[in-house]
């Protein structure tokens, strides 16, 4: 988190009922339809992304209905579960953790669905626990192949604003997001984007709870309508300064470039170490590689010792793995993840890879010669 947008949050309690952030809202919402890439519509939630997860589906589908999920990581299981404790019949397609999406089965699935009842297709853009970013655009063309109705949905909690993602272009109908990860504000504000075809199927719907409804928050009359309630007053400020810094002064294709090239700059600096030593990243194609956040493996206890070394003597926090093996399994302590969304340059991803290299020197654990070479050399430009 930029220390601007924690300053902008610094505020005394603002006038909710006229004023400076009533008139913020429409460039605001401007704003998050620019990030999503979206000309439709935005619901904002006071919630975390696992509301915008419950929100996405109680306006687009009614109990007993279908939804296909894709799964590859614990947050498409975690999406699914959503919709299993909504009464939803949740067909779970899982390509396991160390594979991206395999599109002719899911096009061959979709094609067996003649009377149409997969009403949604339920997806992660990046599952955050594997560091897997998949194919939408791929996706989006098996489903027309397949000449097939249902709605897609996507989790790009751990994307927006950090890998690119084109919610018009690329056909998505909803896109779930949260505020903390590549939008850089604390945790506190779910985000909702609906293409005019979500909208339409809610209004098929004989109920909606109406906290989750997504249209009056999408169309207000009244500033409250926004939030179903209070405000988040100090998240908006925050989110304002955030979407000041992507949006208006670096520009969302060059965020996405920096978050590019850092992710490069880890990639070069794992490659190197794997040539002599036990680490290996996660997902071995480069292209199915998240921009926000690199999984690694480096063996059981090794992965929680170099994560706890690095925590106690030099201040650096590692992502635990999560969802590779589950917790209690002696083998959970072999993986780490290293993250890099958001409010990240070259001297904190340098800062930290060295601290990595650092932490394996004093463990003593094996690993290649030339990591933070090759990371500089992709920091310079110059790979
Ligand atoms: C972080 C994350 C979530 C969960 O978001 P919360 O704000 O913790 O509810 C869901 N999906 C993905 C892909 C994530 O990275």
């Known amino acids: 988190m930029p220390d601007r947008v924690l300053n902008?949050?610094?505020?005394?309690?603002?006038?909710?009922?006229?004023?400076?952030?009533?008139?913020?809202?429409?460039?605001?919402?401007?704003?998050?339809?620019?990030?999503?890439?979206?000309?439709?519509?935005?619901?904002?939630?006071?919630?975390?992304g696992h509301?915008?997860?419950?929100?996405?589906?109680?306006?687009?589908?009614?109990?007993?209905?279908?939804?296909?999920?894709?799964?590859?990581?614990m947050f498409g299981q975690g999406w699914a579960n959503h919709a299993a404790g909504l009464g939803l019949d949740v067909e779970i397609m899982d390509f396991g953790k160390n594979a991206g999406w395999d599109l002719a089965r899911i096009e061959m699935r979709l094609r067996d669905d003649p009377k149409g009842e997969i009403r949604n297709?339920?997806?992660?853009?990046?599952?955050?626990?594997?560091?897997?970013?998949?194919?939408?655009?791929?996706?989006?063309?098996?489903?027309?192949?397949?000449?097939?109705?249902?709605?897609?949905?996507?989790?790009?909690?751990?994307?927006?604003?950090?890998?690119?993602?084109?919610?018009?272009?690329?056909?998505?109908?909803?896109?779930?997001?949260?505020?903390?990860?590549?939008?850089?504000?604390?945790?506190?504000?779910?985000?909702?984007?609906?293409?005019?075809?979500?909208?339409?199927?809610?209004?098929?719907?004989?109920?909606?709870?109406?906290?989750?409804?997504?249209?009056?928050r999408a169309n207000p009359e009244g500033f409250y309508q926004f939030f179903n309630g209070t405000a988040p007053t100090h998240h908006l400020l925050g989110l304002r300064e955030a979407l000041n810094m992507i949006i208006h002064e670096e520009g969302i294709e060059n965020v996405w470039k920096r978050h590019e090239r850092l992710a490069r700059a880890v990639w070069a600096a794992c490659d190197a170490w794997a040539t002599g030593g036990p680490l290996e990243m996660h997902?071995?194609?480069?292209?199915?590689?998240?921009?926000?956040?690199?999984?690694?493996?480096?063996?059981?206890?090794?992965?929680?010792?170099?994560?706890?070394?690095?925590?106690?003597?030099?201040?650096?926090?590692?992502?635990?793995?999560?969802?590779?093996?589950?917790?209690?399994?002696?083998e959970w302590h072999g993986h780490f993840r290293i993250g890099h969304m958001g409010h990240v340059n070259a001297h904190m991803v340098l800062g930290t890879l060295g601290a990595i290299e650092t932490g394996m020197q004093a463990l003593n654990i094996p690993h290649g010669p030339g990591a933070l070479a090759a990371a500089s050399k992709v920091c310079a430009g110059r790979l």
């Open 121 to 216: 297709i339920l997806c992660a853009h990046v599952d955050t626990s594997t560091s897997y970013k998949n194919d939408v655009v791929g996706l989006r063309k098996a489903i027309d192949e397949a000449g097939h109705d249902a709605l897609l949905l996507c989790d790009c909690i751990a994307s927006m604003g950090c890998d690119r993602f084109e919610m018009d272009a690329w056909g998505v109908d909803v896109a779930v997001t949260a505020c903390q990860k590549g939008l850089m504000v604390p945790p506190g504000v779910g985000l909702v984007f609906f293409s005019d075809r979500a909208a339409e199927r809610q209004k098929n719907l004989k109920q909606v709870s109406p906290y989750w409804n997504w249209v009056p």
């Open 51 to 73: 509301g915008g997860w419950e929100a996405s589906l109680v306006n687009t589908t009614a109990p007993g209905e279908k939804v296909l999920v894709l799964v590859n990581g």
């Open 8 to 48: 902008a949050m610094h505020q005394p309690a603002p006038n909710i009922y006229t004023g400076a952030l009533l008139d913020m809202m429409d460039g605001l919402v401007a704003d998050l339809k620019a990030v999503a890439r979206t000309r439709h519509h935005v619901a904002i939630y006071v919630s975390n």
């Open 283 to 330: 997902v071995p194609n480069p292209d199915q590689r998240s921009h926000a956040v690199t999984g690694v493996s480096i063996g059981a206890p090794t992965g929680t010792a170099l994560r706890d070394w690095l925590t106690e003597n030099l201040g650096v926090t590692l992502g635990i793995g999560l969802g590779i093996v589950p917790a209690g399994d002696p």
